[in-house]
């Protein structure tokens, strides 16, 4: 497995556990504390996101489109600080923050066609985080706890889309090694069989 696949896995993973133990915690504690596990989480998710840009052979256009979803995901942070007591401001903003970072999540999952199994992740993450939005521009009457629950369904889906995405990357990264570790014997077999071959003589040639 290259160094690069294994940056990329470890990135979906940690973001994969960071959604996972936003969802765990935000039902367990008061409704300010759950405010600032939530900036945490998009401030934690912001560099998780980030760590794509250390993968090699990473392109502009997917350098581009992480480096906005990772400021989207700070300048939401922020504004969830600043407006932790309008629970209706709170929940437009988050609402927002979910449309605009599903549609930059497809659009990276276009950009890295390459890599299949982070792509179809990427996406399916796009597509939760654009529902997420739908719903809370719906029900922007939502109690703060209700939106808590929503965000923990939201964040243990994405947990389970980017860890079972990382897992398929590895294994696909393990399946294209061994594919290639056996084109390589192929091709050493057949090169020393032909090294081996008597060279033809006149007399072989007449014959």
């Known amino acids: 497995m290259t160094a690069g696949a294994m940056r990329r896995e470890a990135a979906l993973l940690a973001r994969g556990a960071v959604s996972a133990l936003v969802a765990a915690a935000v039902l367990n504690v008061p409704a300010q504390a759950g405010v600032t596990i939530l900036a945490l989480y998009f401030a934690a998710d912001a560099l998780c996101a980030s760590a794509f840009l250390l993968a090699p052979r990473t392109g502009r256009v ?11 995901d700070l300048l939401v942070g922020g504004l969830v600080v600043q407006h932790a007591q ?24 276009l950009a890295i066609p390459r890599i299949p199994a982070c792509a179809w992740a990427v996406a ?17 009457n939502l109690a703060i706890l209700g939106f808590f629950y929503v965000l923990a369904a939201y964040a243990a889906g994405a947990g389970l889309v980017l860890a079972a995405g990382a897992v398929a990357a590895t294994r696909a990264a393990r399946d294209a090694r061994a594919h290639d570790e056996d084109e390589r014997a192929v091709h050493a077999f057949f ?14 040639r007449g014959s």
């Open 191 to 204: 090169s020393a069989a032909r090294d081996d071959a008597p060279m033809p003589t006149d007399a072989t």
């Open 62 to 72: 997917t350098r581009a489109l992480i480096v906005a979803d990772a400021a989207a």
């Open 86 to 109: 309008a629970g209706t401001v709170l929940l437009v903003v988050v609402a927002l923050w979910a449309l605009a970072t599903g549609l930059l999540e497809f659009g990276t999952a």
């Open 124 to 140: 399916l993450l796009g597509a939760s985080s654009c529902a997420l939005g739908i719903a809370l521009l719906d029900w922007t």
